[in-house]
T-cell receptor
Framework: EAGVTQSPTHLIKTRGQQATLRCSPI?????VYWYQQALGLGLQFLLW???????NRGNFPPRFSGRQFPNYSSELNVNALELEDSALYLC??????????????FGSGTQLSVL | SQELEQSPQSLIVQEGKNLTINCTSS?????LYWYKQKYGEGLIFLMM?????EEKSHEKITAKLDEKKQQSSLHITASQPSHAGIYLC???????????FGTGTRLLVSP
């Protein structure tokens, strides 16, 4: 069974450009989480999509946005890139959100570098 | 929302030595997860603890949950170079519908 897959593995952009990151959850998983891991910092919660809807977002500016497609894959868009957006972006999926989160399955991440 | 603090932030141990990593929560823990991350890669699930006093082991790694202290510890026995990486604790930020993580403990195991 394939795990959570993210693409691209690495992405290099210049300040002001837009970046698009993609995530395919494990087959049968309907809920996708996005996290940002900047150098020296822990994982910061970005966005949560469940059944095609944005359910929750972290403390990030509106230029961080995304969506979830009918096949439950997800896309994270970062507009007007800034140098501090350079980070590892991790996607994780769970089968379905219940009252309490269970085990999250993580992808290998997209390393975004903003020059 | 919930915050998790890990200690130590980094750790260098000699191969064969034991070590302990702690994770303290600012709120009551309803579930505590331990993950391992190799540098620049995704997170690998290690263990999930759900009940106070619960203790789980996987190979040479043991984790315990002390609900009263809002704390969990991860203990590695007879460390090996393969144990090197970043260890992160995570908890369900109940009511906020997300998993929050500690800042991580970087472990290096010297031969």
């Amino acid at each position: 069974e394939a795990g959570v897959t993210q693409s691209p593995t690495h992405l290099i952009k210049t300040r002001g450009q837009q970046a698009t990151l993609r995530c395919s959850p494990i087959s049968g998983h309907t809920s996708v989480y996005w996290y940002q891991q900047a150098l020296g910092l822990g994982l910061q919660f970005l966005l949560w999509y469940d059944e095609g809807e944005e359910r929750n977002r972290g403390n990030f500016p509106p230029r961080f946005s995304g969506r979830q497609f009918p096949n439950y894959s997800s896309e994270l868009n970062v507009n007007a890139l800034e140098l501090e957006d350079s980070a590892l972006y991790l996607c994780a999926s769970i089968q379905a959100y219940r009252r309490r989160i269970e085990k999250l399955f993580f992808g290998s991440g997209t390393q975004l570098s903003v020059l | 929302s919930q915050e998790l603090e890990q200690s130590p932030q980094s750790l260098i141990v000699q191969e064969g030595k034991n070590l302990t990593i702690n994770c303290t929560s600012s709120k009551t823990l309803y579930g505590l997860y331990w993950y391992k991350q190799k540098y620049g890669e995704g997170l690998i699930f290690l263990m999930m603890l759900q009940k106070g006093g619960e203790e789980k082991s996987h190979e040479k790694i043991t984790a315990k949950l002390d609900e009263k202290k809002q704390q969990s510890s991860l203990h590695i026995t007879a460390s090996q170079p393969s144990h090197a990486g970043i260890y992160l604790c995570g908890a369900d930020d109940t009511g906020f519908q997300k998993l929050v993580f500690g800042t991580g403990t970087r472990l290096l195991v010297s031969p």
